[in-house]
């Protein structure tokens, strides 16, 4: 984690009002001001909800942390008082040596919107210069330096350039996105400028038409209408944000609001909005079950990785990875003839009766499971107590909560804290969320200690509080984690623009079917799964090709996926995560364990590799900018990286050709990780000239 800052040499010479631009600031909107996690919310903060059995604030904090940020202001909302305790118990509190920021703020606000924060924000003066605006409830390992890079560029050029929005390329329909709305961004590509943003319906009565001024394309004559990006709301903002924030009263949302009306009225503010586009890393609103539901199963599939359980980031953690992506603490009671499967996680002092099964589950700390219990792609919080002979699929049970014997919890159930559950209960989707008739929430909820959680916390079972069933309120959300798989998208004929022209927004990026949506993580997880076992090359390419056949994807998401898979496997071999106990394997004999055509590196020349004929190397350029990607960042990157390029050429998977495109391009952060592959082109001019000698010889023999 980077040291604190803005105490070192480099700031004793500056003046006192510059060191206080320079500082990276962020505000975090702790409240979303949206009721999609009701009944939790209701005795809850969002941003303290648990996320794969980490509350979810602690991402969002981690993230700001690698991306630099010194001062974070923390926008309060509901439940101001169990965020100020959570933090003041926690490593980000401002007087923990170990936390990494300069100061951190709690602001507390009667804001019913994030205009009104914004507003409140700004009579407040606490901004000093650029800052990073994010919601929290981020999912995100991307590297922002790109981006601010970008930004202070182009405001030194222009200082109406007031925003960046950090968006990721992710298709048309990602599993994380929103089902209702789809955002499209027109952007000028010539400076990165977004010159109009419009929500698109994907539900009945949605809107499915864009207009779009005709004065807009007279004066842009180039614009990339974008439906594929990813909309985490990263925005690298300056003041002058506040100040239009502050000048609009209208403003209340981010985007339908604010982005929408800066835009519209370019002519008279002269404001422009800029957006940032990655093409990799993770990043992720938990914004709605459904979202909470697919960017766990990401966090288990080490795609968000380092943040993910066996990191154990936040203190009193003690994760271990198992076989087929298992996470277990220290302390977890198995009895015999119980099992705990793949994707799943259990928390510590939870214990697992006789011939129970937790499958593709998250189960929080100090829980109770009967015996001949079947758990299935659920999420059991902490505390939580299931009798015998129970059933649970695709359901959420949150904390200290009872669910008695012979009970069925069908897909989308849900059971809010402290509920009791009699006995042979069924409880589905149609069912009213269950939530307890009296409150029962701590003013101090549990936050981290020496063993993770407060010990002085009542931890009595949820039958000690004599509750009774209760339907929720009508404001609770009726977005479960049963619709996670609906397929509500709307067709390409669907949508088009309106005014003088119409398009198709998905010319280039089609709509997948609903088998398309999660080809390439599914891909990646089988193929890495396969690498992992030892599978035979030809077990993994039949699997790869069913996969392949059944979401109709394209070469280059083969190619991706086959790619992504192999990296992640060299990467568990270089950093020993085979297991408990696994040694760590040099990069060289990683990458040839991988990589090599005696090994599996024949199926990127099968499957992923046909520019062989071609004068440009467009898919071998391809595959070395993935390869480099994932290799940025890490202390055996640049090793890692001169062995996946000389193995691929020694094994005929890359040309020198192809090799020199690749370094020709745009390094985008991963100068570093080059500075060994670069000297790769002696290697290649030496093996072209034996090459060269060897054939000579032979016709002269002839």
């Not at 059995?53 to 509901?78: K, M, Q, R, S």
């Not at 959300?477 to 309106?498: K, Q, R, Y």
């Not at 994932?630 to 390029?645: D, P």
Request: contains cysteine; proline residues 4%.
């Amino acid at each position: 984690m980077p040291p604190k800052s803005g105490k070192g040499a480099a700031a004793k010479g500056k003046p006192k009002e510059e060191q206080r631009e320079d500082t990276l600031q962020a505000v975090v909107l702790a409240d979303t001001f949206e009721k999609r996690f009701a009944p939790f919310t209701a005795e809850k903060p969002r941003c303290l909800l648990p996320l794969a059995n980490t509350p979810l604030i602690e991402y969002t904090l981690e993230f700001l942390a690698h991306a630099g940020v010194e001062d974070i202001f923390i926008y309060c909302g509901a439940h101001t008082e169990q965020l100020e305790a959570y933090i003041e118990a926690s490593k980000w509190r401002q007087s923990s040596p170990a936390s990494p920021f300069s100061s951190l703020v709690l602001v507390r606000s009667t804001a019913a919107s994030v205009g009104d924060a914004m507003r409140d924000l700004d009579n407040r003066d606490l901004i000093t210069g650029d800052f990073l605006l994010v919601s929290g409830d981020v999912v995100s390992n991307l590297s922002i330096e790109p981006a601010l890079t970008a930004h202070r560029a182009r405001r030194a050029k222009d200082r109406n350039a007031i925003m960046t929005m950090v968006l990721r390329e992710a298709g048309a329909s990602h599993r994380t996105k929103p089902k209702s709305s789809r955002p499209v961004f027109f952007i000028d590509p010539e400076k990165d400028r977004c010159v109009h943003y419009e929500e698109i319906g994907r539900k009945r009565g949605g809107k499915h038409h864009m207009e779009l001024d005709i004065q807009i394309m007279k004066e842009h004559p180039e614009i990339d209408i974008r439906g594929d990006l990813l909309d985490c709301y990263i925005d690298i903002c300056t003041p002058d944000v506040l100040g239009l924030w502050s000048d609009n009263f209208d403003y209340q949302s981010m985007r339908t609001s604010f982005l929408f009306g800066v835009l519209k009225d370019y002519e008279l503010n002269g404001k422009t909005i800029h957006t940032h586009i990655e093409s990799k890393g993770y990043a992720a609103r938990v914004r709605s079950l459904r979202a909470y539901d697919a960017v766990t199963r990401d966090i288990i599939d080490r795609w968000t990785y380092p943040l993910t359980p066996d990191c154990n980031f936040v203190s009193g953690q003690s994760y271990t990875l198992g076989k087929h992506k298992t996470y277990v603490e220290s302390g977890v009671v198995l009895a015999r003839g119980s099992h705990i499967q793949k994707r799943s996680i259990v928390g510590s002092r939870t214990s697992i009766g006789d011939k129970s099964t937790i499958a593709s589950s998250t189960l929080g700390r100090r829980c109770q499971i009967g015996k001949n219990v079947t758990i299935r792609d659920s999420y059991i919080w902490d505390d939580v107590v299931i009798g015998d002979n129970t059933t649970i699929t695709k359901a959420i049970i949150a904390s200290e909560s009872s669910i008695s014997h012979s009970c069925t919890l069908k897909p989308g159930a849900i059971v809010s804290f402290g509920v009791d559950v009699p006995a042979s209960c069924t409880i589905s989707a149609s069912s009213e969320p269950l939530i307890r008739t009296t409150s029962h929430t701590s003013s101090t909820p549990r936050a981290p200690s020496s063993d993770g959680y407060d010990s002085n916390s009542d931890s009595s079972t949820p039958s000690a509080h004599l509750l009774s069933l209760s339907p929720a309120p009508s404001f609770v959300s009726n977005d479960s984690i049963s619709t996670i798989h609906s397929d509500d998208d709307l067709g390409a004929d669907d949508l088009s623009l309106g005014s003088s022209m119409s398009a198709d927004l998905l010319d280039s990026d089609p709509v997948p079917t609903s088998q398309q949506k999660d080809f390439l993580a599914e891909a990646a997880a089988s193929i890495y799964d396969g690498l992992m076992t030892n599978e035979p090359e030809e077990k993994i390419r039949l699997e790869l090709v069913a996969q392949r056949l059944a979401s109709d994807a394209a070469d280059s998401a083969v190619r991706d996926a086959l790619v992504e898979g192999f990296m992640r496997r060299v990467w568990s071999l270089v950093d020993g995560d085979d297991g408990a106990g696994a040694a760590k394997v040099s990069p060289g004999n990683a990458v040839k364990d991988v990589w090599s055509v005696d090994a599996y590196g024949g199926l990127i020349k099968q499957m992923g590799i046909f520019d062989r004929e071609e004068k440009e190397k467009v898919h071998q350029v391809s595959v070395l900018k993935i390869v480099e990607g994932s290799c940025i960042g890490r202390a055996k990157g640049k090793e890692v990286l001169l062995f996946v390029a000389k193995e691929g050429f020694d094994g005929s998977l890359f040309q020198k050709e192809g090799i020199l495109e690749w370094l020709d391009t745009d390094a985008e952060g991963g100068e570093e990780v080059r500075s060994l592959a670069e000297g790769l082109v002696e290697y290649l001019d030496a093996e072209e000239e034996s090459s060269e000698e060897e054939t000579e010889e032979e016709t002269e023999e002839e």
